[in-house]
């Protein structure tokens, strides 16, 4: 049974910043590609990161370039994203994703697995 469970959410001031875990079990971590995604209110979720299998191949989303960095531990199973430069509208729910691929996406319906998400609430 694929399990990923996210960690590492909370409430921070604007230019402040986060480290956000994802920790996979119940299948070969190391083949997999990761990412992460996010849903603020009444709003559709939204791709923020990818990385492929190797870490060698990342993507981001365009409101999060440059402030965000997806990273990946295959030895402990962890996939980390580091949010920087946090603004108010990052305020949301913060899903972890795993494809059966080893290759980047970017549709929510391209990844197979999800975490139960974190919450990231950013005051101005």
């Known amino acids: 049974q694929v399990q990923l469970v996210e960690s590492g959410g909370g409430l921070v001031q604007a230019g402040g910043s986060l480290r956000l875990s994802c920790a996979a079990s119940?299948?070969?971590?190391?083949?997999?590609?990761m990412g992460w995604f996010r849903q603020a209110p009444d709003k559709e979720r939204e791709f923020v990161a990818a990385?492929?299998?190797?870490?060698?191949?990342?993507n981001y989303g365009d409101s999060v370039k440059g402030r965000f960095t997806i990273s990946r531990d295959n030895d402990k199973n962890t996939v980390y994203l580091q949010i920087n430069s946090l603004k108010p509208e990052d305020t949301a729910v913060y899903y972890c994703?795993?494809?059966?691929?080893?290759?980047?996406?970017?549709?929510?319906?391209?990844?197979?697995?999800w975490g139960q998400g974190t919450q990231v609430t950013v005051s101005s």
């Open positions: 994703a795993r494809r059966n691929y080893g290759t980047t996406a970017s549709r929510p319906d391209e990844y197979a697995y």
């Open positions: 119940g299948r070969t971590f190391s083949t997999d590609a």
């Open positions: 990385i492929s299998w190797t870490g060698r191949s990342t």
